[in-house]
């Protein structure tokens, strides 16, 4: 299981946005989140929680397949090469509606219906 430390923990406290990959039937299907929601909830180790609204097809995705990516970067932090940072985050997710963590979400961010809960398993630097 790989943590989310060190450059790779700069660069999601920097991000503006998360790109989030879930696969289908009719293939991968890409939606968005904030970067500060994603601090707002706190970022864990092995663990990001995201607000979720309407996300369907996200869901119905990882009901089938749980896999899931994240995509996020920013330019304030030093990349290998140049300013600017990337990490593909990888791992498992699932959509949940009830309990502690949804009522945290909800609690935080009122338009949510429930959390998107990731467990990290692997991390890779881009750019």
């Not at 450059?7 to 790109?19: D, G, I, P, R």
């Not at 990001?48 to 869901?59: H, Q």
Request: glycine residues 12%; contains cysteine; neutral net charge.
């Amino acid at each position: 299981m790989a943590r989310i430390e060190g450059n790779c923990l700069e660069v999601c406290e920097a991000a503006e946005f998360v790109a989030i990959v879930t696969h289908g039937d009719d293939g991968p299907h890409v939606v968005g989140n904030w970067g500060d929601y994603m601090r707002k909830l706190g970022i864990e180790a092995d663990t990001i929680v995201l607000p979720v609204g309407i996300y369907r097809k996200t869901e119905e995705n990882l009901r089938k397949n749980g896999r899931i990516q994240l995509l996020v970067a920013s330019r304030k932090v030093q990349g290998t090469r140049s300013p600017g940072q990337g990490y593909l985050i990888t791992g498992s997710a699932k959509i949940v509606s009830t309990g502690e963590v949804a009522d945290t979400v909800k609690a935080a961010f009122p338009w949510a219906r429930g959390a998107l809960v990731i467990t990290v398993e692997d991390i890779q630097a881009q750019l």
